[in-house]
């Protein structure tokens, strides 16, 4: 196991296209995490997972932006309808319940929207 | 409003010389706090948790509630230390709230 991946690691599409982002946590770890992150900012929180289930949903999230988790393994994100502001890095995060609570990130997905 | 503020964009010292990277929260009740580390063309780590009471590559980090602070200290910066620094916050629900990130250079 090799930690957190994220795929893919770059994205260009175009306005108005729908786009998906997969995350492969840490095979063991229960909760999942999405953030965005965008230039001069830190991680901003948009969604997380226990097990299979959505726990909570950022208010900052469009009803255009769904991320699922189908077995409590991987996580999907999917965008809608992308517009130039969603360019951003995505991040993904899995933490072991139960622990020391550390998140381990992934590398991250850049979406650039043209 | 939760909210962590992390006034320093870039804070640069020379080696050897003391760092303090500054994190102010906004929270009513009892929080966890966090600092992240990332190094260049490196993922994001968690450095150090209050709760832990411990001392990482050096840097410690205190939390003094009546301050809201929970600022990042080292007494004698080394080059490998340069880094975004994130101060990071968990109000209990599991969520957790970043700051903007402070970028620290250790200049030779």
């Known amino acids: 196991d090799t930690g957190v991946s994220q795929d893919p690691r770059h994205k260009i599409t175009k306005r108005g296209q729908n786009v998906t982002f997969r995350c492969d946590p840490i095979?063991?770890?229960?909760?999942l995490y999405w953030y965005r992150q965008t230039l001069g900012q830190g991680p901003e929180f948009l969604t997380y997972?226990?097990?299979?289930?959505?726990?909570?949903k950022s208010r900052l999230l469009s009803d255009r932006f769904s991320a699922e988790r189908p077995k409590g393994s991987f996580s999907t994100l999917e965008i809608q309808r992308t517009e130039q502001g969603d360019s951003a890095m995505y991040l993904c995060?899995?933490?072991?319940?139960?622990?020391?609570?550390?998140?381990?990130f992934g590398p991250g997905t850049r979406l650039t929207v043209t | 409003a939760q909210r962590v503020t992390q006034p320093e964009k870039l804070l640069s010292v020379f080696k050897g010389a003391p760092v303090e990277l500054k994190c102010n929260y906004s929270?009513?009740?009892?929080?966890?706090l966090f600092w992240y580390v990332q190094y260049s063309r490196q993922r994001l780590q968690l450095l150090l948790r209050?709760?832990s009471r411990e001392s990482i590559k050096g840097f410690t980090a205190d939390l003094n509630k009546g301050e809201t602070s929970f600022h990042l200290k080292k007494p004698f910066a080394q080059e490998e230390d340069s880094a975004m620094y994130y101060c990071?916050?968990?109000?209990?629900?599991?969520?957790?709230?970043f700051g903007t990130g402070t970028r620290l250079k250790v200049l030779a």
């Open positions: 929270y009513s009740g009892s929080p966890e």
């Open positions: 095979s063991e770890h229960n909760r």
């Open positions: 209050h709760i």
């Open positions: 995060a899995s933490v072991l319940s139960g622990r020391i609570d550390e998140q381990y």
């Open positions: 997972f226990q097990n299979e289930a959505q726990l909570e």
């Open positions: 990071a916050l968990s109000p209990g629900t599991y969520k957790y709230i």
